[in-house]
């Protein structure tokens, strides 16, 4: 009897084992595929961002960003941020662009996460609307350097306009 147990505990583990690699396979495939789409757009990939349970592209091309299907032109843009659960920590202003001395823009609301689980986002303002890049809360610094490689893209854009 104890021999029958462990054999059907030894399948019941390979089919648990199957499904994940499936789904693992299913989940590059559709990443792949992202990414194949974005490039034969002509668009760079700037950042893979962990949205939910999947993930959202930061992507350009020469004359936007887009972030997931939402699009900024980069003509328009004024002001772009990066934010540490919801406060900003560099800025970077366009030459030119009168901005209040105060102004903190449409600030987000801060879920506070914890020391250790920091929620980094980019703040992306043109005179018309305004772009939260959420860049995520995951350990180990993978946010931060999402956060800072999109900033430091947009930050580019905006000096080689100027």
């Known amino acids: 009897m104890s021999d029958f147990v462990a054999w059907l505990a030894a399948f019941f583990l390979l089919f648990i084992a199957l499904v994940l690699s499936t789904s693992l396979r299913r989940y590059r495939i559709k990443r792949e595929e992202m990414i194949s789409q974005e490039t034969s757009r002509g668009r760079q990939i700037i950042a893979e961002l962990p949205i939910g349970q999947g993930f959202v592209l930061f992507t350009e091309d020469s004359d936007h960003f887009y972030y997931g299907e939402q699009r900024m032109n980069k003509l328009s843009i004024q002001v772009a941020r990066i934010l540490i ?5 560099a800025s970077y202003v366009v030459q030119g662009v009168p901005l209040p001395i105060n102004d ?8 506070p996460e914890g ?3 920091d929620r980094w986002d980019v ?3 043109t005179s018309g609307e305004t772009m939260l890049v959420e860049c995520g809360a995951i350990r180990e610094r993978i946010s931060q350097e999402l956060g800072r490689k999109i900033f430091e893209a947009v930050k ?7």
């Open 85 to 89: 659960n919801g406060s900003p920590i």
């Open 123 to 125: 703040l992306i303002k």
């Open 156 to 162: 580019e854009a905006l000096k080689t306009r100027g």
């Open 115 to 117: 020391i250790a689980r």
């Open 104 to 111: 903190q823009s449409p600030l987000f609301e801060d879920q």
